[in-house]
């Protein structure tokens, strides 16, 4: 029997300032989104942006249903819309950030696991990494590719 370990390295910044300018920019736009969020169960209003190969930026917000399971994360309905959209273009980074009523949490808000296991996929398809970004008030925590946030993807099919 041989001990495994698995390493998780991610950047944590002070300010979105610290930020490069397209991290900064994408960070922004999911700042903004959080103004789309319809969360009138949770009030947990979370906003996301994705930015595809060519630059440009898809943003998402979570939208709830009277009947739950309906509702979307932010996240997926940010992803399933750039793929709607841009079917032949790559995902490159995703940034996300949430808070009751809006009021963005302290610490950065992490993605659900199956936010996760989609944003894998895009990965997969793309066959490059997407750091995702997750931006709190205090801090932001940036990861370079999904694997750092869901080890051991599964993508066997
Ligand atoms: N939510 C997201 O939009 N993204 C996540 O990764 C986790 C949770 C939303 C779903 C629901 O509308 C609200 O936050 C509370 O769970």
Redesign the pocket.
């Given at each position: 029997m041989n001990e495994k370990e698995i390493v998780i390295n991610f950047q944590e910044f002070k300010s979105l300032e610290e930020l490069n300018a397209e991290d900064r920019e994408l960070a922004g736009a999911a700042l903004d989104a959080m103004r789309n969020a319809y969360?009138p169960y949770?009030h947990?209003h979370?906003g996301a942006a994705v930015r595809m190969s060519n630059g440009q930026i898809v943003r998402g917000a979570?939208q709830?249903n009277a009947a739950f399971p309906s509702?979307l994360?932010?996240?997926r309905t940010a992803m399933f819309a750039a793929s709607a959209k841009y079917p032949d273009r790559d995902m490159t980074s995703l940034a996300l950030a949430?808070g009751v009523h809006g009021r963005l949490t302290d610490r950065p808000a992490t993605?659900?696991g199956a936010?996760r296991q989609v944003m894998a996929q895009y990965q997969t398809k793309a066959g490059k990494p997407m750091s995702v970004i997750m931006i709190g008030a205090s801090k932001i925590w940036k990861f370079e590719k999904v694997d750092d946030i869901l080890p051991l993807i599964f993508n066997s099919i």
């Open positions: 969360a949770s947990f979370v979570n709830e509702g994360c932010a996240e949430g993605p659900c936010c």
